[in-house]
């Protein structure tokens, strides 16, 4: 049996659209965790395992114009594979050169290597398809960004 999960499953209501400016890297960071921690997917040692590689080596997860990732290794502290949609509205910088103000980013909880990759294929799918990225940017509500998301 095929154990793929769709994006969606791993989603579920780990929705949040901020509105907020002027963050700081850590700020958003916090944000793009909020409902994973809220919902024990993961423990506060996989934000500060972000927080500290972002302090090392800059902001690796920044994937593409407006698009982040923000993930660490699953023993950092992951209990429940899933993922959490965070959509900046005024947009934040996390230090990207290349890449600029991130709007849209997709933290990535993953509890092996193997469902991870199912995940990463998924979502590099939708990376790569700029009109659904920016119909979940301007989304207003979360229904809107599931109706996005479902094709996924």
Same mark, same amino acid.
């Given at each position: 049996? @095929?154990?793929?999960?769709?994006?969606?499953?791993? !989603?579920?209501? *780990?929705?949040? !659209?901020?509105?907020?400016?002027?963050?700081?890297? *850590?700020?958003?960071?916090?944000?793009?965790? %909020? +409902?994973?921690?809220?919902?024990?997917?993961?423990?506060?040692?996989? $934000?500060?395992?972000?927080?500290?590689?972002?302090?090392?080596?800059?902001?690796?997860?920044? $994937?593409?114009? +407006? !698009?982040?990732?923000?993930?660490?290794?699953?023993?950092?502290?992951?209990?429940?594979?899933?993922?959490?949609?965070?959509?900046?509205? +005024?947009?934040? @910088? $996390?230090?990207?050169?290349? *890449?600029?103000?991130?709007?849209?980013?997709?933290?990535?909880?993953?509890?092996?290597?193997? %469902?991870?990759?199912?995940? &990463?294929?998924?979502?590099?799918?939708?990376?790569?398809? %700029? *009109? @659904? &990225? @920016?119909? !979940?940017? %301007?989304?207003?509500? +979360?229904?809107?960004?599931?109706?996005? $998301?479902?094709?996924?």
């Amino acid at each position: 049996m @095929d154990c793929f999960m769709s994006l969606l499953s791993l !989603i579920g209501d *780990n929705i949040v !659209i901020s509105n907020e400016k002027h963050l700081s890297v *850590n700020a958003a960071l916090d944000i793009t965790c %909020s +409902k994973l921690l809220e919902q024990g997917s993961i423990d506060v040692t996989y $934000l500060e395992a972000i927080k500290q590689k972002h302090k090392e080596i800059g902001a690796y997860y920044v $994937l593409a114009p +407006k !698009i982040a990732m923000p993930h660490a290794r699953p023993e950092d502290g992951v209990n429940e594979a899933s993922l959490q949609v965070t959509v900046f509205k +005024k947009g934040v @910088d $996390l230090g990207s050169e290349d *890449n600029g103000d991130v709007y849209f980013s997709i933290t990535l909880a993953a509890m092996d290597s193997d %469902s991870h990759i199912q995940t &990463i294929m998924a979502l590099s799918e939708l990376f790569q398809n %700029s *009109n @659904d &990225i @920016d119909s !979940i940017i %301007s989304a207003q509500t +979360k229904d809107e960004i599931i109706e996005v $998301l479902k094709k996924y």
